[in-house]
């Protein structure tokens, strides 16, 4: 397995911020493409961030046809990835205190659910699409797009938070993660 990307979704405390800079340092050192650079996606608003090694900003975000769909911009450098393996930091698996934590998996497309106080929650899909340059893409409503940083950005900040990532894993087994501090995402060609 090819790891070329990571992404992170993370909640806004202090604890999950210093635990995925510690892995984030770990993963960066081994292999990373600098054409698929990690993706960082927190909690509070919701951030997409195209992060590479430092000093580097990232890859930029290029909206797609004038929709709210955006892809990182790998100008066709990056390395074929199709598909995301996720790690989750806590959460509870199925959205019940029985059902156990959630466990790694495999998957080409998952959903962020997230929310702003009484609000009703927003979706955001994440995905590497089957065809094209299959650079990994985010769509989902009220984005705005930060050049400077390369960060994509919804929602106001430090009044949300991530309720939970569902999907269908490779295997077409129905995931739902709720609660999760963080979730890493490594894009790799399988």
Same mark, same amino acid.
């Given at each position: 397995?090819?790891?070329? *990307?990571?992404?992170?979704?993370?909640? /806004?405390?202090?604890?999950?911020?210093?635990? @995925?800079?510690?892995?984030?340092? !770990?993963?960066?050192?081994?292999?990373?493409?600098?054409?698929?650079? +990690? !993706?960082?996606?927190?909690?509070?608003? =919701?951030?997409? *961030?195209? @992060?590479? #090694?430092?000093?580097?900003?990232? *890859? +930029?975000?290029?909206?797609?046809?004038?929709?709210?769909?955006?892809?990182?911009?790998?100008?066709?450098?990056?390395? $074929?990835?199709?598909?995301?393996?996720?790690?989750?930091? &806590?959460?509870?698996?199925?959205? %019940? %205190?029985?059902?156990?934590?959630?466990?790694?998996?495999?998957?080409? #497309? /998952?959903? =962020?659910?997230?929310?702003?106080?009484?609000?009703?929650?927003?979706?955001?899909?994440?995905?590497? $699409?089957?065809?094209?340059?299959?650079?990994?893409?985010?769509? &989902?409503?009220?984005?705005?797009?930060?050049?400077?940083?390369?960060?994509?950005?919804?929602?106001?900040?430090? *009044?949300?938070?991530?309720?939970?990532? #569902?999907?269908?894993?490779?295997?077409?087994?129905? /995931?739902?993660?709720?609660?999760?501090?963080? !979730?890493?995402?490594?894009?790799? #060609?399988?």
């Amino acid at each position: 397995m090819t790891k070329t *990307q990571s992404l992170v979704l993370t909640g /806004f405390t202090a604890l999950t911020v210093g635990v @995925a800079i510690g892995y984030a340092g !770990i993963k960066l050192g081994a292999g990373s493409d600098e054409d698929r650079p +990690p !993706i960082i996606v927190r909690g509070g608003s =919701v951030t997409f *961030q195209s @992060a590479a #090694k430092n000093p580097r900003p990232g *890859q +930029p975000w290029a909206k797609e046809n004038g929709q709210e769909v955006y892809h990182q911009d790998s100008k066709g450098k990056g390395r $074929p990835v199709n598909t995301f393996q996720l790690y989750f930091v &806590g959460g509870i698996a199925g959205g %019940t %205190t029985t059902s156990g934590l959630c466990m790694p998996l495999a998957t080409t #497309k /998952f959903v =962020v659910s997230y929310q702003e106080g009484a609000l009703l929650p927003v979706n955001y899909t994440v995905e590497i $699409p089957a065809t094209g340059n299959q650079d990994p893409t985010v769509s &989902g409503p009220g984005i705005t797009n930060d050049t400077t940083t390369n960060t994509l950005t919804a929602g106001t900040h430090g *009044q949300g938070h991530i309720l939970s990532v #569902k999907g269908t894993d490779t295997n077409n087994a129905a /995931f739902e993660c709720d609660g999760a501090a963080e !979730i890493w995402a490594e894009s790799f #060609k399988r």
